[in-house]
Nanobody, 124 residues
Framework: QVQLVESGGGLVQAGDSLRLSCAASGRTFSTYAMGWFRQASGKEREFVAS????????LYADSVKGRFTISRDNAKNTGYLQMNSLKPEDTAVYYCAAKRGGLVTSTVARYDYWGQGTQVTVSS
């Protein structure tokens, strides 16, 4: 069992940066892949980024490639999403998720555990 708690969201202006954190409970966090997803009001949840169990492999949505960076610190049981050059279209609730098996994937249904989400609002 893994419990996930996101933090770091907020209201920023276009062009600003934010770093989201995802604190995980459980001793097996290092064996899970981790992902970040987002859901804008009235839209479906969409993939943002994923990182494998060791941090050696990552995957990004085209919309955030070059602006966002996913990382993890297994010693701290924490994952991160560094978001730079934020745009108003990045406004959404951001969720972290954990997946057994350790490999990256963009598929929502393959993730086993989810956090409660943190709001990111980017004003123009």
């Amino acid at each position: 069992q893994v419990q996930l708690v996101e933090s770091g969201g907020g209201l920023v202006q276009a062009g600003d940066s934010l770093r989201l954190s995802c604190a995980a409970s459980g001793r097996t966090f290092s064996t899970y892949a981790m992902g970040w997803f987002r859901q804008a009001s009235g839209k479906e949840r969409e993939f943002v980024a994923s990182i494998n169990w060791s941090g050696g492999s990552s995957l990004y949505a085209d919309s955030v490639k070059g602006r966002f960076t996913i990382s993890r610190d297994n010693a701290k049981n924490t994952g991160y999403l560094q978001m730079n050059s934020l745009k108003p279209e990045d406004t959404a609730v951001y969720y972290c998720a954990a997946k057994r098996g350790g490999l990256v994937t963009s598929t929502v249904a393959r993730y086993d555990y989810w956090g409660q989400g943190t709001q990111v609002t980017v004003s123009s």
